[in-house]
């Protein structure tokens, strides 16, 4: 009897502090922002509220009020002190949060108000550029903390004045952009800010005897295993991941007066398997090939197709879907970019699809949002512009992105009856590097991967395209713009291709890398390609991570 009594007791002291620990945790609720200017930046009322409800967010201490509620229940921004009030009361918060912007040109003013259950109000302020506008932010968010929440800031460290923060250890090629007091990474347990090549935590093929243009992975022959398709300016290779290395399957040679530029795995008819689209241009004109994978063997389905085409995740399903456009000797692209569908052998046109006019098949991506997406194309100075549901330009990066060397003559001045002889200076597009839109993190938000080459002498000669090394970047769009959330350690090479896909079934996702080695402007000639993957460990937190059978290999 006396034991069952302990037990009660000790029971009811349990709930007794659980109850008061979650007493603890108070609620805000940030409203919906008032914007002053220009329509086309009413976006931001809405990159404010994600923002600050980021960075007031205290987890046992403060949790921010389900958006859905305030979407129901605060239909516009408060316009007063009582408006923020009855908002507060209706939604049930502790805290509401609440304010304005005022865009002039280049310039904005931000007012930010917290009224808290007792009636006690606080205001801060700031005067800022729109491209400063996130910093700006995350200094208000940190006074608020400070003053209104009694939230003690992280240590700095005293020479470069940043936050100290704990972050577990990540793959020696990734570099992580911390946002958050002891924010935890979790891709892969290897990652941190420094590591060497010999690291575990990675997989190199060996090195390949030719220069590639590009890589697709998936799943040709429907047998479950992904492939690796490298392809040259005329050839086709497939690959199997075997014993460590990349096991040659099949070979294409296509005609070596067709320069390739993309290739996409994707499903199209009912037979088993995917099929190999490959794409490029003959004397300034599109010419794409379908192929299919028989055994050890690439066979074309259909050839001599006059249009670009390329993979890309459409919405609402956001699966790959085929798209294409024609293209001339003057304008590269013409007449918008197409849903394509292929049956039987034949290639057929469908709707146009609604996209900003400097789109191609080439250079844009979605990236999926709760409510809608936010449209991401390349501009011919390799430069990221975001663009809303309804087509408006939201935000433009400065760095440059998606580079390649792969140029397509054109001149959009040339007479119709010109002839060109040899000598002629032509304009070129650089058909870009893949965008590609993908989920690794638990917020389960979209993440754009996209390479950055890096050279000096492109950025101020617009036809030296050689490039000695790059990184890959992961951008997320943080309300405001494209912000970067983690990088890989500079790669010592040209990057042509990357994807993400378990490509040693090991039923981990794995970040791979396709890239070509650069011996100097002279050597050219001599380049060769290697394949780098790292597996990314997309469900453990703090838990070890599942490397596959994958180990540090090659030449």
Not at 153 to 180: I, L, Y
Not at 254 to 282: D, H, M, Q, W, Y
Not at 450 to 456: A, F, G, K, Q
Request: aromatic share 8%; proline share 5%; glycine share 8%.
């Amino acid at each position: 009897m006396i034991r069952a009594r302990v037990v009660f007791l000790a029971a009811l002291a349990l709930l007794l502090t659980a109850s008061a620990a979650m007493a603890q945790v108070k609620t805000f609720a940030v409203l919906p922002f008032a914007v002053n200017g220009p329509e086309k930046f009413a976006y931001l009322s809405q990159g404010v509220q994600d923002m600050l409800v980021s960075r007031l967010t205290w987890q046992g201490k403060l949790q921010p009020t389900d958006k859905s509620a305030i979407d129901q229940k605060v239909k516009a921004a408060p316009r007063s002190e009582s408006e923020a009030k009855a908002a507060m009361a209706a939604l049930k918060a502790d805290y509401a949060v609440f304010g304005s912007m005022t865009i002039a040109g280049d310039d904005a003013s931000l007012d930010v108000k917290v009224l808290d259950s007792k009636g006690q109000l606080t205001a801060k302020s700031a005067q800022t550029k729109l491209n400063t506008m996130i910093p700006t932010m995350e200094g208000l968010a940190r006074e608020i903390n400070a003053q209104v929440f009694n939230r003690v800031e992280a240590a700095r460290d005293p020479k470069t004045g940043q936050p100290v923060q704990s972050v577990n250890q990540m793959n020696p090629a990734f570099v992580v952009n911390q946002t958050a007091e002891n924010q935890q990474v979790y891709l892969n347990p290897n990652f941190r800010y420094a590591g060497n090549t010999d690291t575990p935590g990675s997989w190199r093929s060996q090195t390949l005897p030719y220069a590639a243009n590009g890589m697709a992975l998936g799943d040709l022959d429907g047998d479950g295993q992904n492939e690796v398709v490298l392809f040259s300016n005329s050839e086709v290779y497939v690959y199997r991941f075997q014993e460590r290395q990349l096991a040659p399957v099949a070979k294409w040679e296509g005609s070596t007066r067709v320069k390739l530029v993309r290739a996409s795995i994707l499903p199209l008819g009912a037979e088993k398997g995917n099929k190999l689209v490959v794409s490029g241009f003959f004397n300034k004109l599109p010419q794409s090939t379908i192929l299919r994978l028989e055994g050890n063997k690439l066979v074309a389905e259909a050839e001599r197709l006059p249009w670009y085409l390329s993979a890309v995740k459409l919405p609402p399903r956001y699966q790959k879907q085929l798209v294409g456009a024609k293209g001339d000797s003057k304008e590269v692209f013409t007449g918008g970019v197409h849903e394509m569908s292929y049956a039987n052998g034949v290639l057929t046109a469908g709707p146009r699809l609604s996209l900003p006019h400097k789109a191609n098949p080439f250079n844009f991506a979605y990236l999926p949002e709760e409510a809608g997406y936010k449209l991401v194309v390349l501009d011919d100075n390799d430069r990221l512009e975001v663009y809303s549901g309804r087509n408006d330009a939201i935000a433009k990066t400065e760095e440059q992105y998606a580079g390649s060397s792969m140029g397509i003559e054109h001149d959009s001045l040339m007479p119709p009856t010109a002839a060109p002889n040899e000598n002629y200076l032509w304009s070129y597009y650089y058909i870009p590097l893949p965008l590609v839109p993908a989920i690794l993190g638990n917020d389960k938000k979209s993440e754009l991967l996209v390479s950055r080459n890096i050279s000096v002498a492109s950025q101020f000669f617009e036809n030296f395209r050689l490039f000695s090394q790059g990184e890959i970047h992961s951008l997320g769009w943080d309300g405001v713009g494209l912000n970067l959330k983690w990088k890989t350690r500079r790669l010592k090479g040209t990057i042509v291709g990357y994807d993400v896909a378990d490509i040693d079934q090991s039923k981990v996702q794995n970040l791979v890398v396709c890239m070509n080695t650069f011996p100097g402007p002279a050597g050219i000639k001599n380049r060769r390609t290697i394949v780098v993957a790292y597996p990314l460990d997309l469900e453990s937190i703090q838990k070890g991570v599942k490397f596959g059978n994958m180990d540090e290999v090659g030449n």
